[in-house]
């Protein structure tokens, strides 16, 4: 009753996942989150983006001796980096739901898709025409004077609560300030080029009326949201195996997410009340 757990921290036993970004091409291992982890995901008052960023610091390390600041990462490397993550703690099916868009309808639809298909889909390109600029990651046209560079997911976190992101974003990432609208739309063809969102539109068909309709996949708030959901037990598998077995909290917590959970399931099979 009274034995210590094994909290499986720098263990090999602990999930991880190796991968590299497509578009910073940096090559990382992704582990599975903890109960601390799972705190985080309960209790943080942060954005999403700033969450997220939070969440890479602690379950994501990348090799070759790179800084692992996360927030200079290209903004779609963080969303191939939130899709690992939710991989590395619930499985590589993703199940999302979506209403039928026709309104006579409007029935649930389920739409299944697998990280690994859609990371391997998942294609940078480089256009011919472009030319880097005087200053580290900007880039330039052949006899244009704008530069840009890549949005980043520090640049979201702080675009995030602005009342005009959109415009928040362009004024970071687009010099000089007011381009015309002809050029603006290049330079935002070529940036999803080089690095193609995951957050996208896709295509789902009604079961009931046989309607295909168009949804918009967010991948941080979904993946957020998921995360946040399975975190909820957190709490009370930490009562229930500290009442049970006098583990202290931080070792509870140090635990892996699924050995936690394992544990404190065979306790409420057996009718052990917290």
């Known amino acids: 009753m009274g034995a210590r757990p094994d909290s499986?921290?720098?263990?090999?036993?602990?999930r991880s996942d190796r991968f590299r970004l497509p578009v910073s091409g940096w090559c990382v291992?992704?582990?599975s989150p903890t109960g601390l982890e799972d705190l985080l995901l309960r209790e943080s008052r942060v954005s999403d983006s700033a969450l997220a960023l939070e969440l890479f610091g602690r379950l994501v390390h990348a090799e070759n001796g790179i800084p692992a600041d996360f927030g200079e990462l290209p903004a779609a490397d963080g969303e191939a980096l939130l899709l690992?993550?939710?991989?590395?703690?619930l499985g590589d099916l993703v199940c999302a739901e979506a209403r039928c868009a026709v309104p006579e309808c409007a029935s649930r639809v389920d739409v299944d898709f697998h990280i690994s298909e859609c990371l391997a889909a998942h294609?940078?390109?480089r256009r011919r025409s472009l030319r880097q600029g005087d200053k580290q990651?900007?880039?330039s046209f052949d006899g244009e004077s704008v530069l840009f560079r890549l949005p980043t997911c520090a640049d979201l976190a702080a675009i995030e609560l602005e009342n005009e992101p959109r415009s928040a974003l362009v004024h970071r990432c687009?010099?000089?300030?007011g381009i015309p609208g002809r050029l603006r739309r290049r330079v935002e063809r070529a940036m999803e080029?080089?690095?193609?969102?995951?957050?996208?539109?896709?295509?789902?068909?009604c079961p009931e009326c046989n309607q295909a309709f168009d949804f918009y996949f967010d991948v941080y708030g979904f993946v957020l949201r998921e995360?946040?959901?399975?975190a909820a037990s957190v709490y009370q598998d930490v009562h229930l195996l500290a009442l049970h077995y006098k583990w202290p909290e931080r070792q509870i917590l140090e635990m892996p997410r699924s050995r936690r959970i394992q544990y404190a399931e065979m306790l409420r099979d057996q009718g052990v009340a917290a």
Not at 84 to 89: H, P
Not at 227 to 230: A, D, E, I, P
């Open 137 to 139: 990651g900007w880039f």
């Open 174 to 177: 687009i010099e000089p300030a």
């Open 193 to 205: 080029a080089m690095a193609p969102r995951l957050s996208q539109s896709m295509t789902g068909r």
């Open 8 to 14: 499986g921290r720098n263990r090999g036993d602990v």
């Open 227 to 230: 995360l946040r959901n399975h």
């Open 29 to 31: 291992t992704v582990q």
């Open 84 to 89: 690992l993550l939710r991989r590395a703690a």
């Open 123 to 125: 294609k940078v390109r």
